[in-house]
């Protein structure tokens, strides 16, 4: 669901992706962006692609063949980004938990001792595939002691709920237009940290995508406006519309009502006796996962969800296919009153009364 | 500008990306596309990313480190296709004209003599930085009898013109939402044949973006639906719009009106004394570029139009800028009063009335 300025705001008439006023909503865009990823990285944009393009511009820019990077994996999106920086012909050291888990800053610590030539150590903020929140303070602060750099998977969270990207020393935080910004799907925001701008810029090899490479991009979304891309127009528009509701209701209400609400959620759910998959406090706000009672077959759960209520709900990815149901309650849809609307759909379905 | 109803259709409730009734606008984008490509490829689909990511797809799936291919380059958009395949790692044969001009298939000829390995020929259809159309017939003809691959840009050009790809034995084409499709700009629509998805199933290293790998998008637009990415959800409502517009108008009464409207613009053009860029019969209907009469100057033309009468025009590009006016009528823009209007602020600012 989009809040209905998001939404109108597309219709607005088109500009010329070099007009001057449109240029002035890009500028805009990158301000808006430094305040919810709380950072003073000058170099911070929305990439023309969705969060996955942005996690591969979070790799590509400053991975080269042979480079070694650690890749924290407990879950779907932990295992993309380690494909993605094989592909860059890097040697990726993988740091695995159950999906669900967390990754231990020991077991990082560990990893840098074992691979002490690293380039990057990557984390999953919010693992989407699992519903787990993965803390960040004490690996930003050991890699940025270790030297290399910290990347940050923020696609569910940003938006959300705190990621600051200064305070936790993170080199590169990326994310999406269609979780808790409340856009639609079509951008991915990144940003990048002087160390990081630099570590792209002593690269001996050119990025291997032209489309992504950050220092192209830096021309056209900096003060030289160099051509690349024609960047999508109305998707800023929405993306604009989007960040001045969220910095326009205040980050720090913003983020309680996320966690009000998704708590309301997990109360109610455990009543109607479903079990949350990820333990207490390490559960993510936006992004509750479930397993289903005993005999409720959660495919079929969604699809009546879908078809009777018009409501969507997400099942689980890869290996959790058909076991886990995952609700997110995202930046305009984080409402009560969705919550409550969901318990008595899940409560008809059932056939129970929520506890 | 784009027409009413593409506008609109951006604010319809926002669907999942997995969403049967979603998942139906997706195959239904692919079956127009298809219309407007003009080929029965199954593999026909909007790339989540502007232009040039298609750009970057087409050459990221086929070439592998050490490939060649032949790229005729007659401007700046030949460049960028011969930069990107470079990226990839291959090796990269440049047949270059001047800009503004055409490659003769002779040369192309001639370079498959001389490279017989290659395993690709591009060339760029509606070459935007010139204005120059590029034909496609013998060329195909004779690289298909050679047996490599033929990789051809239409982002300007399609759905304001014939592209023909399966007439024209094109393996790769690639276009972008935003031109005379009609839709704004953020996707990048992509075509691939048989020959082309084999030589992309016979490689032996991994596509090195996996963004754009379309063994990976095949499955999430194909029966499979296995999740890849998010797809932008509002920009494929437009695309949809945009693609029944174009169908619905005859995509033949589509071309003429180009067509129609273009020769309209070039001749009261030359009525204001500009000099037409490109040769009688290598013009392209949708995109006239001009050099400025004598003692007047582009850039300030340029801005002097958007300032005082709204109207866009784009300049030159590269070894061009400052030199040229790129004007385009494209899709819903091509329109006869669009012409009149331009032709009357233009006289006014040239203070002489058209011939």
Known sequence: MLAPGVLSSMTAPMLGHLDPAFLAIMDDNQSLLRQVFDTTNRLTVPISGTGSAAMETSVVNVLEAEDEIIVGIAGYFGERLAEMARRCGARVHEVREAAGRTIPPEKIEKALGDHPKAKAVALIHAETSTGACQPLEEVGQLVRRHGSLFIVDAVTSLGGMPINVDANHIDICYSCSQKCLGAPPGLGPITLSERATHAARERSTPVQSWYLDMALLTKYWGSER?????????????????????????????????????????????GLGFRLFVDAGHRLPMLTVVECPPRVDAETLRKRLLQEYSIEVAGGLGEQRGKLLRIGLMGYGAQERNVQYLLYALGKLLDRKPA
């Open 226 to 270: 160099t051509y690349h891309h024609t960047a999508p127009v109305t998707m800023n528009y929405a993306l604009n519309a989007a960040l001045h509701l969220a910095v326009g209701e205040g980050l720090a209400q913003r983020y309680e009502r996320h966690k009000r609400v998704g708590e309301l959620l997990e109360q109610g759910l455990e």
